[in-house]
């Protein structure tokens, strides 16, 4: 079996996620190529065959251009997975290429079961294992899933695509540059998160307060931040940040795969929940079972002393 990784690149440089879809073969266990469209800097160090489509020619995104390079290396390859990031270059990009070659699609895989994948469903509360009924399987993997662990090493073979190209009917206008974040969760060596469980606007307060208590920033998981408590910027997860801070607190936060993506590499964690089976008891260090309502303002109160 064999799998074809479509790799991403920005602005002179190959995407480190390019690394998580190498980390997805090795985990389902067969061989893999790898298509590039960059430059020859950005190839990932891999044992594998690459074929690089010209930077200098494609770079900027194109859904058709990109399309048939990929279908190129497909041609070449006749690989049984084609993987892609569950990026928006993969959201964009993967359909295109298995409608193209009447392939079924699994999206955001989030981990393997016997070589059948994973997938969440029901908001992230549940998941249900899933096998293509098709020959060959498109698949976009989740971020954060199938983290690479360890240096980088292999010797790639490149080799050169030029995809016939005919005139495209859309044209690349520019890049325009996201809003500036009023904090740098990134940087944080202490997160405070409120989740749902913290129920209204009004309480998130008290979980900012003992967030500056620990001298640390406010994070929030997607319903406090959908429901505009706390803005996108402060939002923890795979459509937020991923963190990875010595101390992250989760204050009425479950666990869903999508937030555990962005913080499950966070050093220490402590959650407080109402609900002793909460699954965030499985990625956390201490899970205080408590309304976080009277826990956190007690707590900082202390702290304070
Ligand atoms: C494509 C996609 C992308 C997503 N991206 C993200 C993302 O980036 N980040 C993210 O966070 N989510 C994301 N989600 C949503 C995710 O699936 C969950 O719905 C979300 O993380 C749940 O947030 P929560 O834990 O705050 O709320 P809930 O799941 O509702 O959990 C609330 C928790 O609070 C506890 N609780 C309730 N009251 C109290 C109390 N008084 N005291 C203590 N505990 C209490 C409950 O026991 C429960 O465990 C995404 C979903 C999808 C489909």
Request: hydrophobic share 25%.
């Given at each position: 079996m064999k799998a074809l990784l479509v790799c991403e690149y920005r602005e002179g440089k190959l995407l480190e996620g390019s690394y998580e879809l190498i980390s997805f073969a090795d985990r389902l266990g067969v061989e893999k190529a790898i298509v590039l469209v960059g430059s020859e800097n950005a190839v990932p160090k891999a044992d594998a065959r690459v074929y690089l489509a010209n930077a200098a020619a494609?770079?900027?995104?194109n859904p058709e251009i990109h399309r048939k390079i990929v279908l190129e290396a497909v041609q070449r390859e006749s690989p049984d997975y084609i993987v892609f990031l569950h990026s928006s270059y993969g959201w964009d990009l993967a359909p295109r290429v298995a409608a193209a070659l009447k392939a079924a699609q699994i999206s955001e895989v989030a981990s393997l079961q016997d070589g059948k994948f994973e997938v969440s469903c029901c908001n992230g509360k549940m998941r249900r294992t899933v096998t293509s009924a098709t020959e060959r399987t498109v698949v976009t993997i989740q971020a954060g899933a199938f983290s690479f662990s360890g240096e980088p090493r292999g010797v790639p073979r490149v080799e050169m695509i030029a995809p016939p190209v005919a005139a495209s009917a859309v044209e690349f206008i520019g890049y325009e540059a996201a809003e500036k974040k009023d904090v740098d969760l990134a940087k944080a060596a202490v997160i405070v998160s409120a989740g749902r469980g913290v129920g209204k606007k009004e309480n998130v307060a008290a979980i900012d307060a003992l967030a500056k208590a620990l001298q640390g920033e406010l994070g929030a998981s997607r319903p406090v931040v959908d429901a505009g408590w706390?803005?996108?910027?402060h939002q923890v997860g795979t459509t937020g940040q991923t963190v990875s801070p010595k101390l992250y607190v989760a204050c009425g936060?479950?666990?869903a795969i999508q937030h555990l993506a962005g913080m499950?590499?966070?050093e220490f964690i402590v959650a407080i929940n109402?609900?002793?089976?909460?699954?965030i008891g499985e990625v956390a260090d201490v899970l205080v079972v408590a309304d976080v309502n009277q826990f956190v303002p007690a707590l900082t109160a202390k702290l304070r002393k």
């Open positions: 494609w770079a900027e995104y706390v803005p996108h910027s936060i479950s666990g499950k590499k966070s109402k609900d002793k089976d909460a699954p």
